[in-house]
């Protein structure tokens, strides 16, 4: 038998394509020769404060007990987000990062012969988890780059188990309100498991997006995701949770690595959760940020998507990758999106005031070149 070992994977790896992350700063030093501090890099949509001061405090109180395994159960994290989400302790799952409760997902509900249904232009990690464990992705198409809901309804079938939907949706910054996750929920059949994926809930003002929390007592099969790594500032330490029944939170339990999430991880997240004044500063931040992008857009004459996120889909109206180049040439690192089906735009990351500057005067540069 022949060792093709790329044959030999499972047909749904075959066919999947390896998560694309954003430039790393020092990568493009690196090519480019230059001074890693003069590089802008609004390419993951991290939050561009840094790390709150009280996370990286805890951290260094914990370095004491590295030689320690982490707390398994996660306690001190789990009681504070049950309290904060006012749910039982024993509906919260933690994960390496909010990826992690995806691929939990899928490893306890997806097999071969089973679907998972999600949108066009939706996070790459939905085809990854869902295809890495042989089940079929569905892909629904688009409106408006958003979430078709209706479609999405339409395409669940007796094999569906699992629906992924965004809110907002990354990379589009897209998003639906509180009537149309309604009447999604009230029409999904109860054999499949709704993950609404809210990596970005906390720049919403209130009221703008529908909290999902409000609808965990409703709707036994959905399950709520968050993360630290984009309002809360943690992306490196990879942190994130999942809210659901208490009866979906054990079967995660089942197939969860016993010490998914390490040490520093839960002691910096129970400090960045207690840090109300950073979570104001990040979302202030954001709306400033979001303002003078699009102030900048517009005068440059182009368009782009409306967001919700801490980051906006660019549209530049014509094939995005040569103005990529240009601006990683001004040592500026933004997101290309031909891997979403979005060849021509580039997903910008708000920064701060200094880098959206930076930003948009490259930018300008790099047009003008044509
Ligand atoms: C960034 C992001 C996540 C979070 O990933 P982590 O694993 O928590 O860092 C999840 N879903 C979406 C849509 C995202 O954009």
Redesign the pocket.
Known sequence: MSGDFLALAQPGVQQLSPYVPGKPVDELARELDLDPAMIVKLA??ENPLGASPKALEAIRAELAELTRYPDGNGFALKSLLAEQCAVQLDQVTL????????ELVARAYLAPGLNAVFSEH??A?YPIVTQAVGAQARVVPAKDWGHDLPAMLEAIDSNTRVVFI?NP???TGTWFGVDALNEFLQDVPEHVLVVL?E??IEYAEGGELPDGLEFLSAYPNLLV?R????AYGL?AL???YGLSTAVVADVLNRVRQPFNVNSLALAAACAALKDTDYLAQSRRLNEVGMQQLQDGFRELGLGWIASK?NFIALDLGQVAAPVYQGLLREGVIVRPVANYGMPNHLRITIGLPAENTRLLEALTKVLARG
């Open positions: 993951s949509n994960g390496n990062g909010s990826n992690d409760i995806l939706a996070f990690v965004a949706n990354n990379p994926d990596a970005y995701s993360t630290f790594s984009k992306a990879r942190v994130g996120g």
